[in-house]
């Protein structure tokens, strides 16, 4: 019996979340992803299914992908989506976690094939489920694939985790005076380009009423906290989106 405000989430995590500064792929990282979703699992009984994305590894749009064709690239890129999958496996279990790879993509050897049903199943046996290797399909983002897997699993949010602590109107990085947001309707993000997920993949959720919260994924425990309710991050979702925070009600509520 789930103990959180969700019973079933999909959790997106892009490549870039698998990686530091020196690495590709930190082991570091993936144990405290791993250790996170440890928490909400096994002590709360929420049932996740994750995607992952390959672009610290390969991405068919990166410079590295320049002047290959497009859906080559794209599908190397999906192979790099198996390799952090496996990785994230491989960390989960030494967690105590019961996951099982399913991919887009056959390859038997290392992983099962995406079929809804079975993946439905693991879920509700308290497996974690890691969907690799996008929709199997060149031209269409992990984004995208975030998308439908959730839709297709009756997930009931996807938790978007990222370097920063929800969506902003411009970028923290490089603006000081950036605001974020408590909470944004698809419309919204999707007219103002606000990098939450790509349009194709923000217009799916809107046509079902999918609510996305983007957080920040590195902070220990935050995962433990979207999923039971506490207010971090940016909610995206059906209705109209409230004003932004400004600074100092972002501190309050830190």
């Known amino acids: 019996m789930s103990a959180g405000k969700y019973h079933r989430v999909l959790l997106k995590l892009s490549g870039e979340a698998f990686a530091d ?19 909400v699992v096994g002590d709360l009984g929420i049932e996740v299914g994750v995607v992952v994305g390959g672009g610290n590894i390969f991405r068919g749009t990166s410079p590295q992908a320049s002047g290959m064709d497009r859906s080559s690239a794209d599908n190397m890129g999906m192979l790099a989506t198996v390799i952090n999958a496996l990785a994230l496996q491989d960390a989960c279990e030494k967690q105590g976690l019961q996951t099982r790879v399913q991919s887009a993509v056959s390859m038997q050897e290392l992983c099962e094939p995406y079929i809804r049903r079975r993946a439905v199943r693991h879920l509700e046996k308290g497996r974690v489920v890691i969907f690799a290797a996008g929709l199997g399909a060149p031209y269409f983002s992990t984004d995208t694939a975030a998308a439908q ?4 699993i009756d ?12 969506v902003y109107d411009k970028d923290p990085h490089r603006h000081d005076d950036a605001t974020r947001f408590s909470e ?18 923000i217009s799916l959720c809107m046509d079902h009423a999918m609510p996305i919260v983007v957080f920040e994924l590195l902070v220990e425990g935050n995962i433990r906290r979207v ?10 979702h059906a209705g109209d989106a409230p004003p932004v925070i400004g600074p100092q009600a972002q501190e309050e509520i830190r």
């Not at 997930?155 to 929800?166: C, F, H, S, Y």
């Not at 999923?227 to 995206?236: A, H």
């Open 155 to 166: 997930a009931e949010a996807i938790l978007k985790g990222t370097k920063v602590d929800g």
């Open 184 to 201: 944004i309707s698809h419309l919204e993000a999707l007219s103002k380009g606000l990098g939450v997920m790509d349009a194709t993949a």
């Open 227 to 236: 999923v039971t309710g506490e207010p971090i991050g940016t909610l995206v």
């Open 21 to 39: 500064s020196d690495n590709s792929l930190s082991p570091w990282i993936t144990a405290s992803i791993a250790g996170q979703l440890a928490d």
């Open 149 to 152: 897997r959730a839709l297709e």
